[in-house]
């Protein structure tokens, strides 16, 4: 079957590793399923596997991908889940198992014909959803929904900012904030991407670093340290960052006393549970809150999708299709 791989890593280059190419068919473990990709999305995790980041090296060579949507062997649409773990663990919660782990860090990812995965890691995908559209929804949508709803502890609908409004993780907490209720601010270094945010539903896109119109409840973070002092400016007394990546880096000052004295609160996010997922995924149907797909192309073009990632200039999600 054809599989997109990460054959070696490299930091400084990290597409010298990436393999578009026939591999074995993967064998089905026990208590495990195999689904038959139709559509796959990419995201930033799978970057930072090929530069060496969160994937051993003693692991290669293996395919990429976390995202799916796809077909069982009897039939049954699915959306995969991508989170490889057990929920007794974490007590009630898999995001908490220590010994968690996501699709292609441990077992074969999703951009393939075929992925297997542990029978409780699908759930049933919504009919009124393309297959391009379910195939995002798994770990960028899925983060989003989390920091929204279970790590922002909200009781009611308040102001949120979204810094970097082009990642996936971005407009995905743009628009799922706006089916929530929410005001949401945002803010772009890019005017394009700016512009596109409010036509997804944003009520304000600023430029990164700019002084907001008003303090905000909520602040939702991936980009690190270019934005974070603004992050902890941008807070009510009282409010919350909720963060869940760093892509300009990871060690900003944390301005202790901004903290301590506004009692804000900083809060960890990863991916979800498979209950989020289900809730996601019923909140979309229930609203017709789609992903923004930026590209789709077939599975064999995987490294110009791989090259728009890199070069950070895309709105949304990029898909590849299968089967
Ligand atoms: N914890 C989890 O479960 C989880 C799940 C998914 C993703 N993540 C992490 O979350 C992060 C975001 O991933 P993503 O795929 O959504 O998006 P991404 O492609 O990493 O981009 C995020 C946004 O950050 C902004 N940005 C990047 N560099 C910047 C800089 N130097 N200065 C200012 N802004 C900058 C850009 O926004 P503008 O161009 O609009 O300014 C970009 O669109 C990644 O680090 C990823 O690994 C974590």
């Known amino acids: 079957m054809l599989a997109v791989q990460c054959t070696s ?10 393999s578009v190419r026939d591999v074995p068919e993967p064998e089905l473990p026990e208590d495990w399923v195999r689904v038959q990709v139709r559509a796959a999305s990419l995201n930033h995790h799978d970057l930072w596997s090929l530069r060496g980041v969160g994937l051993a090296a003693d692991r290669l060579p293996t395919t990429l991908g976390c995202d799916a949507a796809g077909v069982l062997d009897d039939g049954t649409e699915v959306v995969v889940h991508a989170v490889i773990a057990d929920p007794a663990a974490g007590g009630g919660d898999e995001t908490l198992d220590p010994k968690r782990t996501l699709l ?18 699908t759930v049933p995908k919504p009919s009124v959803m393309s297959w391009e559209e379910a195939a995002c929804f798994p770990t960028a949508w899925l983060t989003a929904y989390r920091m929204l709803t279970t790590r922002a502890d909200l009781d009611a609908p308040g102001t949120v900012l979204v810094q970097g409004a082009g990642g996936g993780v971005a407009t995905a907490a743009i628009a799922i904030g706006k089916a929530l209720g929410h ?3 945002c ?13 997804l539903g944003a009520d304000l896109a600023v430029e990164t670093g700019e002084r ?10 991936t980009v690190g340290a ?7 400016r941008a807070l009510r007394p009282g409010g919350r960052i909720v963060v ?6 990871p060690a900003p000052s944390a301005d202790l006393n901004r903290v301590f004295f506004l009692q804000l609160s900083v809060v960890g996010s990863t991916m979800g549970t498979k209950e989020e997922l289900v809730g996601l995924l019923e909140l979309a149907e229930g609203t017709g809150l ?32 299968a089967g």
């Open 290 to 321: 789609r992903p923004v797909i930026d590209d789709v192309r077939p599975l064999s073009d995987a490294r110009a999708a791989f090259e728009r990632l890199a070069d950070g200039s895309t709105f949304g999600k990029l898909v590849l299709t």
């Open 104 to 121: 292609s860090e441990l077992h074969p990812g999703t951009l393939a014909e075929q992925v297997v995965v542990p029978s409780r890691n």
């Open 187 to 199: 803010t772009s270094r890019d005017a394009q991407k700016r512009e596109r945010a409010i036509e």
């Open 226 to 232: 270019a934005t974070w002092e603004h992050s902890l």
């Open 212 to 221: 907001l119109p008003a303090k905000v409840d909520l602040v939702i973070e």
């Open 183 to 185: 005001t949401v601010f």
């Open 244 to 249: 869940s990546g760093a892509t300009s880096g």
């Open 9 to 18: 890593q490299s930091n400084d280059d990290p597409l010298t590793g990436l």
